[in-house]
Every structure is written in structure tokens, then in C-alpha cells.
């Protein structure tokens, strides 16, 4: 069986080459589809040390490029992230450094982008110290993203769980106001990261904008919200822009007690900036948003605004950014009436404070870097990333701004070569066939409860909860395990095609040439292929051949071995919970609990391996048909079932100690019937291999 796909990055699914950290976010869906919450955490953090606020405010790019869209609606990656983030399963993880290089870096800004840096190069073993001119650490995190998408307590606890490495903190302190960049040398600093992000407003730059009462920046109000200073607004308020920081200033300002709220945009509805689900958010709360308008002119009576004079647009040729230029509609010019106006189009770093030491890009509003790759400046061992070099982004990009900076500073302090990053090819494109989403069962999107608008506008408590453990593991058990699929070893492979008439999506083929093939794109793991193959040719990337005997070692290894003992493979695909789970442990210890990812992955030889291990029952517990991923396997998983049962009845072990059955519509087991199947596996009398396998 010949792949169409090589390793390296052609292996990786959508969602990791979509992301700007290249998070897989394969393995911690997985772990948590198996309920190991603590692990799925780990998985995360290890990759991104800002999981809860990423998970929060993430704009998700690995969502657009999942692959379950093309069926029914991508994986909630972002809320299973935030999932695995909050509560107590953080405080079991724990960081190791490296040991220290003795070398001392400077990080410049406490936002994404200057928290990623210095978590790394911590880890790496430098020690940091983080300059912040404000008198908080999180930057427009602190500063720009309102409470009611990313709660303060979550901010200080990813905060928190950084300086814990032992990084230290200056807050206060401009660079090139009070110190410059080459102070920073002269005071023990080998490499300095600039991070000072994008804190300055630009002008609207129409008549009336510096005249009168009212006028005000998004970048300014936003902070002033945060702190809490109430910053004074009217009751009927436009707010200029299309980003994030405009839906944030509309939202904000009808918490604050403004009456009607209108967002004024220069483009359509389809080319908006911010997020979906906030434009969503803001709609339901009561703004209302004017497409395609350009403001002409702020009016004013008695030194205050009265007015915003707009016009219609329509949209011409592509600018610059790809995206089709606005062209003022003549004679459609209108007036809202409104008393303040925000200016939110957009916020460029305060560069200017930095001209006399580093050369600066984009008519001196952003700071250049002579490698993209490497985010090396002019000076050496001066870095800098984030919003300060592109202007305004996303926090995911600036955090992966921050962890390229500090590879390329570990490489720059330790004398080597700084790295190149190899291109990666773009994670959109290529589409699943029809007859493969046909085939595919679609599951709907699970969805997290939001206040109602009545709360919402009371005050900032967060708008959205999180998943029930329930909800998320229902959620990532949606992943298709994008090429995680079958692969073969060519040396064992007998050209059967076993494989061909057993895939319930028929993926691999058999090809001119007699050899057999499969599209791992397509392909999405059910392991039908690897149990059926005689040869054990067939293997997986997702839970190669022998794990499903590996957990039930590692279940017997924590279990205490009752008399008698069931392993219970229960499909993950059921309709149960975990207090289900609870309530078995609880009533029925004499049954093992291993989960499988449906039984159609489970082979004869991994039954009679479970029998060898001891066990005196076996209970292969598929999920209702509903329920089921691939319901065309059924026959397969019973026709192995009688197989291992046959093979028991001649080896003397009684076939009856091999129970097939399926869950409930809700939980694990109806009724009295467990209780009765284990007494009745009980009169068979033990295993005769149990002692010796107990032994072993």
C-alpha cells in the first residue's frame, strides 16, 4: 500500500499548518476524547504558553482549514483549548528549564509577542528580564481586549505561570526615554527582544476629527476601560473600523450605558476584519453596523459632536492588501446622529522613540528587521517581532513572533548560525471528494452557553462559558485524525486486498500495477484495515497495531484485580458520561474499563491476547447504531468476535466468557444485565492462565 503523502511537512494535518505556532492539534483533541484532561493540558502548554487567553481570543485560522467543514462544521479547537486550559488540571504541570547559560536577555513589552519570548528563553535557560512601560504586565492584552472576552484572573494565572520560571519584571520603563538600547548592553544584556507592540492610534484625517468634544481613540478608550477609570461617553455613539478593536469599542460602550451603538465600515460584511462570532456577538447585543460607508466629516455643535457625516460606497479593483478598494458613491451622502465618535482603523507602535537607534520601515511607523525569518535587526543582538514589525495582528501571530525571537536569540548566544524557517505549504486547497463526505457521518458542533444579552450588558462578566467535560470530549471525538491513516509495511504486504473490500469509506485502491494504495488525506483512522490484514501489514499512524493491548496492561496495572476480572472495551463513541464511568468503578469493581475508538479497530488476535493477560470476561461494548462512526463495520466487528470465540471453544476456554453487545442509548449497560453477565462468566470458573498471567 503506496502513500500519496511523504513525512515531514506533508504529513501534517490542516490545522497545524494553519497555525502560526504549528500546534497539532490532533493530540490534544485525542487526549481529550479519551478524558486525559491533565495530559491534553500539558500537550498545549508545551507548544503555547498562553492556552486559556488563546483560547479565548484566538481568531483560530486551524479552524477555517479543518477538514470536518467540508462535512458538516470545523472542530471547536479553540473552546476544546480553552477547555483543557481552565480549571485545576493546569496546576499539575510543571516546566522544566534548562540549565542556566549564565547569558542575560532584555525583553522589551509584556504582551503576546514579549511573554512568549521570555517563557521560552527561559526554558532554554537564559535568564530574562522584561522591561514594560506600563505599570501591569499583558500589554494590549491588558490594555486592549475588554473582560467580557478574556476575564483578568485568566490573564494574571498564564502570567503568573511564566514569571514562575524566574523571569524578572521592570515595570514603568520606556526604552529611549529613560534608558536607550545601548544601555541595555552595557549593563550585562547579550541580546535585547523588541516587543513594544502597536499602542498608537491612527487619525481618522477628516474635518472635524480635532475640533470638538467626543472624539475619541479606540486604542485610549479601551485602556481607560480596563482600568476602570469610566471613561465619559455619550448615549448615541459610531465607531469607525472593522477590526477587532472596533467591535470591542461598540460592545464596551453599550455596557457603559450608550443607547444606540453604530459601526461604520468602508467595506462589505464579507471582507469585515474581526472575528465572525464577535461581529455575531455585537449584533445580537444591539450595534448596529453600516457597510460599505467612509466617514466624510465630524459635526459639532458647541464644541461638541453632534453629527457623523458618511457616504456610500461600492467596491472597485483589488488595493494593495488583496481586497477590493472602496469607491465613494456620489450624492449618497447621509448624517448619523451621534455624540461621540471612536476611531478605531488601526494602531501602528510608538516607533519614532526608537529612530536614532534602529532603522525603521513603513514611513518610520514600524521597526525594520534585515531577516523575516530570524527577526534580527540591524543592530546586533537586537531582535524584535510582533506588532511593533507587521503592525497590527493577532495574538497568536505575535506569540509566534515571540518563540521565533527566542530560538533565534538561543542561536545567536550561542554562536551559531540563526535559522532559517522552511517554507510550508498552505494548509487550504485541497478538498475531500464528494463520495468521501457523502459517506462521512456529520456530527453536529458542540456549543458553549453565553449570557443573556440582558446579562451581557449589565456589566463585563464573560460572555461565553467554557465546555462540560461531557461537551468537550463529544466534541473532539468529531476529529477525522487527518493523515493519522493507514500506512503499510511493504515486506509483509501480500497484495490480498483485504484492506480494499473491508475500508467502510473505500479509500485504498488496487492499482494497475497490483500494488495496493491509499490517500491519507482521506483517510480518517478507523483501523478496520490494520485488524483485518493477515499479515499485520496494515498499521496506523493514530494507535498503531498492539495498543489496544497496551492500555488494557496498563488498566490492569492500575486496577485492583477483583475475582473475577472483565476488561470492558467500551467504545468512546457512546452515549455516557463520566459519572457513568464513576458509577461502574464504583459498583462493578471487577470490571476493567479500556476505551477504544469503536471496535472495528480491535482484531482477533487483540482478544485473545486480553485472555491471555488473565482476564476471565470480556466485553466488547459497541456504541447504539446511531452513534456509531462507521456503522458499515458491524458485521466485521461480529464476524471477529465469533472468530475469537470459536478459537476459545477449541483452546477449552469457553467461548461464553467473549460477551458482544451494544451500549444503551444513554450510559454503559442497561439495568441488572452487567451484574448477571459477570455471574454467569463466574460460573465458568477462572482463567487458567490468570496466575500465570498475574505472575508475569
Known amino acids: 500500500m503506496a502513500n500519496k503523502t511523504q513525512i515531514d511537512h506533508d504529513d501534517w494535518p490542516p490545522c497545524r499548518l494553519a497555525c502560526p505556532i504549528l500546534t497539532d492539534a490532533r493530540e490534544y483533541i485525542q487526549l481529550i476524547a479519551e478524558r486525559r484532561f491533565e495530559e491534553a493540558f500539558a500537550a498545549i502548554r508545551k507548544q503555547n504558553p498562553l492556552p486559556g487567553i488563546c483560547g479565548r481570543i484566538c481568531t483560530h485560522p486551524c479552524e477555517v482549514s479543518c477538514k470536518r467543514g467540508q462535512v458538516d462544521e470545523p472542530i471547536a479547537i479553540a473552546t ?10 493546569k496546576d499539575e504541570y510543571e516546566a522544566q528549564p534548562n540549565e542556566s547559560t549564565g547569558h542575560n536577555v ?3 513589552g509584556s504582551g503576546p509577542a514579549g511573554l512568549s519570548a521570555a517563557h521560552d528563553l527561559a526554558l532554554l535557560g537564559h535568564h530574562v528580564t522584561i522591561f514594560e512601560v506600563l505599570p501591569v504586565l499583558g500589554g494590549m492584552l491588558r490594555v486592549g481586549v475588554p473582560a467580557y472576552r478574556l476575564p483578568k484572573d485568566v490573564l494574571n494565572e498564564e502570567i503568573k505561570a511564566i514569571l514562575d520560571l524566574g523571569i524578572e519584571v521592570k515595570t514603568g520603563v520606556r526604552i529611549s526615554d529613560k534608558i536607550k538600547i545601548a544601555d541595555l548592553f552595557d549593563q550585562g544584556y547579550k541580546a535585547v527582544f523588541l516587543a513594544i507592540g502597536a499602542h498608537k492610534d491612527r487619525k481618522l484625517g477628516i474635518p472635524g476629527e480635532d475640533e470638538f468634544e467626543g472624539v475619541v481613540s479606540a486604542v485610549s478608550f479601551l485602556r481607560d476601560v480596563s482600568e476602570k477609570r469610566n471613561p465619559k461617553v455619550g448615549k448615541k455613539v459610531a465607531v469607525v473600523g472593522g477590526g477587532n478593536t472596533a467591535v470591542d ?9 450608550a443607547e444606540t451603538v453604530h459601526i461604520v465600515y ?3 460584511k464579507d471582507e469585515m476584519p474581526a472575528a465572525q462570532e464577535e461581529i455575531e456577538e455585537a449584533i445580537q447585543e444591539g450595534v448596529q453596523i453600516a457597510y460599505l460607508t467612509s466617514p466624510l466629516e465630524i459635526l459639532g455643535e458647541d464644541g461638541k459632536v453632534s ?4 457616504i456610500k460606497n461600492e467596491l472597485g479593483e483589488p488595493d494593495a492588501s488583496g481586497r477590493r478598494s472602496p469607491e465613494p458613491v456620489p450624492g449618497s451622502e447621509f448624517t448619523l446622529d451621534v455624540d461621540t465618535v471612536i476611531a478605531a482603523i488601526g494602531q501602528a507602535p510608538e516607533s519614532s522613540l526608537l529612530a536614532d537607534e534602529l532603522d525603521l520601515a513603513e514611513g518610520a511607523q514600524r521597526i525594520a528587521v534585515k531577516d523575516p525569518d530570524s527577526l534580527a535587526t540591524g543592530l546586533p543582538g537586537v531582535f524584535a517581532g510582533g506588532d511593533a514589525v507587521t503592525g497590527p495582528a493577532t495574538a497568536v501571530k505575535a506569540i509566534a513572533a515571540g518563540k ?11 554562536g551559531e548560525a540563526l535559522p532559517k524557517a522552511e517554507p510550508l505549504k498552505e494548509a487550504e486547497g485541497k478538498k475531500l471528494a464528494t463520495e468521501i463526505v457523502e459517506k462521512t457521518r456529520r456530527l453536529p458542533r458542540s456549543r458553549v452557553q453565553t449570557l443573556s444579552v440582558d446579562s451581557r450588558l449589565a456589566g463585563f462578566d464573560e460572555v461565553a462559558s467554557g465546555f462540560t467535560e461531557d461537551q468537550a470530549v463529544q466534541e473532539a471525538q468529531r476529529c477525522l485524525h487527518c493523515n493519522l491513516g493507514a500506512y503499510l509495511d511493504l515486506e509483509r504486504c501480500i ?5 480494499v473490500e473491508v475500508c467502510p469509506l473505500d479509500i485504498p485502491s488496487m492499482g494497475e500495477d497490483g500494488k ?9 483512522a478507523c483501523g478496520t484495515c490494520a485488524a483485518e490484514c493477515p499479515v499485520q501489514a496494515v498499521s496506523m499512524r493514530f494507535y498503531p497495531p498492539g495498543h489496544t493491548v497496551r492500555e488494557v496492561e496498563k488498566a490492569l496495572k492500575q486496577s485492583e484485580i477483583s475475582n473475577p476480572f472483565v476488561v470492558g472495551l467500551f467504545s468512546q463513541y457512546g452515549n455516557f458520561t463520566g459519572s457513568h464511568l464513576d458509577t461502574l468503578s464504583k459498583d462493578f469493581p471487577q470490571v476493567v474499563p479500556v476505551m477504544v475508538f469503536g471496535l472495528e479497530r480491535v482484531s482477533v488476535s487483540d482478544l485473545l491476547r486480553i485472555f491471555e493477560l488473565g482476564a476471565d470476561g470480556v466485553l466488547m461494548a459497541e456504541a447504539p447504531p446511531e452513534n456509531r462512526r462507521f456503522p458499515e463495520t458491524w458485521p466485521l466487528v461480529e464476524k471477529r468476535s465469533t472468530a475469537a470465540k470459536e478459537i476459545l471453544d477449541l483452546l477449552g476456554f469457553a467461548g461464553d466468557r467473549l460477551i458482544l453487545y451494544t451500549m444503551p442509548e444513554e450510559g454503559l449497560f442497561e439495568g441488572s444485565w452487567l451484574a448477571e453477565t459477570i455471574g454467569e462468566i463466574k460460573s465458568l470458573g477462572p482463567n487458567p492462565l490468570r496466575k500465570e498471567a498475574l505472575a508475569a
Not at 521565533?404 to 550561542?414: E, G, N, P
Open 307 to 310: 453629527g457623523l457625516k458618511c
Open 249 to 257: 469599542s461598540a460592545r464596551s460602550v453599550l455596557r457603559m450605558g
Open 266 to 268: 468602508r467595506r462589505s
Open 404 to 414: 521565533r525571537a527566542a530560538i533565534s536569540i538561543d542561536h545567536y548566544l550561542r
Open 80 to 89: 476544546l483549548k480553552r477547555f483543557a486550559a481552565d480549571g485545576s488540571r
Open 516 to 524: 495496493v494504495y491509499v490517500d491519507v488525506f482521506k483517510c480518517q
Open 495 to 499: 497484495t490480498c486486498g483485504a484492506c
Open 106 to 108: 532584555a525583553v522589551i
